[in-house]
């Protein structure tokens, strides 16, 4: 998974307070941007805009063996790019 970035989309309607981070909403999976290991690319493995999201500072190539996304955010995986990023 080397050419993974994790990204947060975040829920916006939680009510965070102005200059807090919105909670976590769901994890995905994108490509990294070409020539780059650490940058999103422009979409999601399920397809959505990385636009709006953050890029988490979790990178599965440094844990190898592991799930390509932090286990502190497990139960919020988007299941279309989990299923994308097994296959890969």
Not at 8 to 24: F, L, M, N, T
Not at 48 to 70: C, I, L, V
């Amino acid at each position: 998974m080397s050419g993974t970035v994790v990204v947060y989309e975040y829920d916006h309607s939680a009510g965070a307070a102005p200059g807090d981070r919105a909670p976590v909403l769901r994890v995905h999976a994108a490509p990294a941007a070409p020539g780059q290991s650490a940058v999103r690319g422009p979409r999601t493995l399920c397809g959505k805009d990385t636009f709006a999201m953050g890029t988490a500072p979790w990178r599965p190539a440094e844990h190898p063996g592991s799930d390509w996304y932090p286990p502190e955010h497990a139960d919020r995986v988007c299941p279309a790019c989990d299923d994308a990023a097994s296959e890969g």
